[in-house]
């Protein structure tokens, strides 16, 4: 099973791009999912939302039974390092019905690139599976320090996913990778913006604005190949947001692995004229 999908889906950037004129509120989230196949909720990084936010999210996909979400855990518990009782109980509450609904497939700890492999953070990342344990929760971390087999055999024996990267080669970041720790395979894509990928200016998001061309598509269809061959359920979430970038790429690389040409609004087709472009021989036909 292959879910590719965009980190988040409610951008002021996307109106008249990736959705029509007017689409407000869920109603985005419904016409996102019928093209694609997951999304990963960025909300929850700023903030614990209610359990009635995550019940209208579920009745906005309720007819697309394949679809899932991902969902990334508060930067409290991941850039902070802290686990205050009332937070993670608040946290656990509001994803609740996802996770009964089975349609949560990966709650997903972020950590900056100054979270080096450290006994001290390993021991975190322990902890916070033992709290998050009725979560399927995948470990992101940026620093290549990470990238040893010790690592891979620890995240294994901790019950810990691992979120593979597709990120700018910059000082010591971590490379590209193909792991599968656990039951499921992750590719998060950040785009390649080596310029300002360590820059933190007014523009918080210039990092992720980029736009994957063909060939790198083509790189990433090959890792994300070889992450099917060693799990059975596969994730790959574009992060590339600016500009509706990431829901263009998803969709070429949905088209490039799955053979899924839905039909696409005319405000899409114009800011990417490539999704108009028809399937290359290289393209698969649907699978049966």
């Not at 029509?20 to 903030?47: H, M, S, W």
């Not at 939302?49 to 979400?69: K, N, S, T």
């Not at 720790?181 to 300002?196: E, S």
Request: proline share 8%.
């Amino acid at each position: 099973m292959l879910r590719i999908g965009t980190a988040g889906w409610d951008y002021r950037d996307w109106e008249g791009v990736v959705y029509p004129p007017g689409l407000k509120g869920t109603d985005r989230l419904r016409f996102l999912a019928g093209l694609l196949d997951a999304v990963e909720i960025n909300v929850t990084f700023y903030r614990p939302v209610a359990p009635r936010l995550a019940e209208r999210w579920l009745a906005a996909v309720a007819d697309l039974p394949a679809f899932r979400f991902t969902a990334k855990l508060l930067n409290v518990f991941t850039h902070e390092r802290r686990l205050p009782d009332k937070e993670v109980a608040e946290f656990q509450a509001g994803l609740w019905p996802l996770l009964t609904a089975d349609r949560l497939g990966v709650l997903l700890a972020q950590f900056p690139y100054s979270f080096h492999n450290e006994e001290e953070n390993r021991a975190y990342l322990v902890r916070l599976k033992e709290i998050f344990t009725a979560f399927p929760l995948a470990v992101e971390v940026r620093h290549r320090s990470w990238q040893r087999r010790e690592v891979r055999e620890f995240l294994s024996q901790a019950g810990l996913e691992f979120v593979n990267l597709d990120q700018p080669q910059v000082s010591y970041s971590l490379g590209r990778t193909a792991w599968v720790t656990g039951r499921l395979g992750y590719l998060r894509a950040h785009g390649r913006r080596r310029d300002v990928w360590f820059e933190f200016g007014e523009d918080r998001q210039a990092r992720y604005d980029y736009l994957y061309g063909p060939e790198e598509l083509a790189e990433l269809a090959t890792r994300t190949r070889e992450l099917l061959t060693k799990a059975p359920e596969v994730y790959v979430i574009f992060n590339n947001h600016p500009a509706g970038q990431a829901a263009a790429n998803a969709l070429e690389l949905s088209r490039l692995l799955l053979g899924r040409c839905p039909p696409l609004p005319p405000c899409l087709l114009t800011a990417f004229p490539r999704l108009a472009e028809p399937p290359g021989p290289s393209d698969p036909t649907p699978p049966a």
